[in-house]
């Protein structure tokens, strides 16, 4: 055992003289009354200064006591300080500033009771002297004394609830059995802000004056740390959405699909989002933090020249068309926009440029067109990439073959590009005659060509636009005769035919061919190849359906391949 433990306190030492004083007085009072009344006797004023030693005693021991009580909230005051100022998490705070209450009080249990933020009282927090947190089933307290401290401002002390005049009667008192009660304000910069709550319903007279005193100069010291950990709560619930909205940004900023390069009035770069990057080809490490200027002749040449006048002039430049090379994908489609950067004050702070990447666009773009002239646009349109099936619908169409006489023999005198400059002149006039008539050129058989009318879109006149896109053809190639030396003057051979046939997609998955197939569409091939030069042939059920519209000729009945009946068969002149 150390000699600290040993040694005993200032207090300790005032208690043993004061009893060993009054000791020695009751001593010396007995064995006066012993002796003879001859005896001698004690010096005067013996057994006063013994009882004004002893009460000197009492008094010093008394104002020990006080002192070192004094000490001790001191003590306790500093290290409650020590413990609210510790931390700026709330939680932490409020749970620190309870269970010190109850430690120094003695209390049973202990509230925190805080305006919210529609002004009414909230607890939020409530322990016992276990350190446990209350359920809200225990909540038991005087809504009267809380509700008096909140008018009042000031402290109150009841050794005894139950027979304190104030309070004895309220049905929270007595339902409660409440007993020493002690509720102080919480006061931050003079606003009272909530109220600390402490009981204990087995003992009275448990808290005293000087614990009141101390209460409220620790609720001071609660109320500005728990002001502080609620602004701190406030700064980071605040920071945390600053963070998580510039997360945000930048998760949009990156799956940006135009490029994006910012960059401040010194024309440093600040900015550069993957699309950039990829652009460039350069990895934003690279880019970030360097001159401006070194990747600007890499997008295009007149480039530094719009960025200085997009700072100086407050000029926006919007859908410049630049076309650099890149070092894997060649050669680039690019649109740029080079607009100032502005303070909120429109002050310039920097430029931005944003750079689509058009290449791919215009490559589909190119494709597409190039599709149209190989594929009717009117058919392009009917066609959803997402639900394309194999399989078609019957329908009644007007087909037209027309085809190339002579052609054949042509080719056998003539040298290939030649041919197929001649070729590519009559297909042109017919498809011009066809189109004309909004008929759907179905495909190039060589030197034929394959068109229907009705659809995909419903021509109620569709034969008749048939038997016009065929004349069309006729004076078109008469035109285009005169142009050619003679060998090169070829001509059609024209069958129309109208029937139902079953229009769709044919093929495989991987090769698909957007055509009608029928016999109808058979015996239109047939007609044109038993047509002469120049002639277009209509089957007479076709004609039938034309009637005084169109000026016919006669003709025998024909014998087709394929076919076991005779077709009825008109030559066409002309309209009427």
């Not at 002004?119 to 909540?139: F, H, K, P």
């Not at 109150?156 to 104030?166: E, F, G, K, V």
Request: overall charge negative; some cysteine; proline content about 5%.
């Amino acid at each position: 055992m150390s000699e600290a433990t040993l040694r005993p306190t200032p207090e300790e030492m005032l208690s043993r003289l004061s009893r060993m004083a009054e000791e020695m007085r009751a001593h010396l009072e007995r064995f006066q009354l012993r002796l003879p009344r001859e005896g001698p006797a004690l010096p005067p004023g013996t057994l006063e200064g013994l009882r004004q030693l002893s009460g000197s005693l009492l008094m010093l021991r008394k104002s020990v006591e006080e002192t070192d009580g004094e000490c001790r909230d001191l003590h306790a005051l500093a290290e409650i300080g020590q413990v609210v100022n510790s931390s700026l998490d709330l939680t932490t705070v409020l749970s620190e500033v309870i269970d010190t209450i109850i430690r120094i009080t003695g209390a049973e249990r202990a509230f925190l009771m805080l305006h919210n933020e529609r002004g009414e009282m909230e607890t939020v927090v409530a322990r016992n002297w276990e350190r446990a947190s209350l359920q809200s089933g225990e909540y038991e307290i005087s809504r009267t004394i809380v509700g008096r401290v909140l008018s009042r401002g000031e402290a109150i002390l009841t050794t005894n609830a139950q027979a304190d005049p104030r309070f004895g009667g309220q049905d929270s008192v007595i339902a409660y059995n409440l007993r020493s009660i002690l509720c102080v304000p919480l006061k931050v910069k003079g606003k009272l802000t909530g109220v600390i709550y402490a009981d204990n319903k087995a003992r009275e007279a448990l808290f005293s004056e000087r614990q009141r005193t101390l209460l409220s100069d620790f609720a001071n010291q609660a109320a500005a740390a728990l002001d502080n950990a609620r602004l701190f709560a406030s700064v980071r619930r605040t920071l945390d959405e600053v963070t998580e909205l510039k997360n945000l940004m930048e998760d949009v900023f990156a799956s940006i699909a135009s490029g994006v390069i910012t960059a401040d009035i010194d024309d440093t770069i600040t900015l550069c989002n993957k699309a950039a990057e990829s652009i460039l080809g350069r990895p934003g490490r690279q880019l970030l933090g360097g001159p401006l200027g070194e990747i600007l002749p890499e997008l295009s040449h007149d480039l530094e020249r719009l960025v200085s006048e997009a700072k100086t002039a407050d000029r926006r430049f919007i859908g410049v068309e630049v076309h650099p090379s890149h070092p894997e994908r060649g050669t680039l489609e690019l649109s740029l926009a080079v607009t100032p950067v502005k303070t909120a004050e429109q002050k310039t702070r920097g430029v931005a440029i944003v750079v689509d990447d058009l290449t791919e666009t215009r490559r589909l773009e190119a494709l597409h067109r190039l599709f149209e002239r190989m594929v009717p646009p009117a058919v392009i349109d009917q066609l959803d990439p997402d639900s394309l099936a194999l399989g078609g619908r019957r329908t009644t169409l007007t087909t037209l073959f027309a085809d190339i006489r002579g052609f054949t023999s042509l080719g056998e005198s003539t040298d290939p590009e030649t041919l197929i400059t001649v070729l590519n002149r009559y297909l042109a006039a017919a498809a011009e005659a066809v189109l004309h008539e909004q008929g759907t050129i179905d495909k190039f058989l060589g030197d034929a060509v394959m068109a229907w009318f009705n659809a995909p879109i419903p021509q109620p006149d569709h034969t008749l636009r048939a038997v016009r896109a065929a004349l069309g053809i006729r004076g078109a190639v008469e035109e285009l005769q005169a142009t050619l030396e003679p060998p090169f003057r070829l001509s059609f051979g024209i069958g129309i035919h109208q029937g139902e046939a079953v229009l769709g997609l044919v093929g495989t998955e991987k090769r698909i061919d957007y055509t009608a197939i029928g016999d109808s569409v058979n015996t239109a091939k047939r007609l044109q190849e038993n047509a002469g030069p120049g002639q277009i042939l209509i089957s007479r059920s076709t004609a039938d359906m034309l009637g005084n519209i169109v000026v016919v000729r006669e003709l025998p009945v024909i014998w087709a391949e394929g076919k076991e009946r005779p077709i009825e068969v008109v030559e066409l002149v002309s309209l009427s």
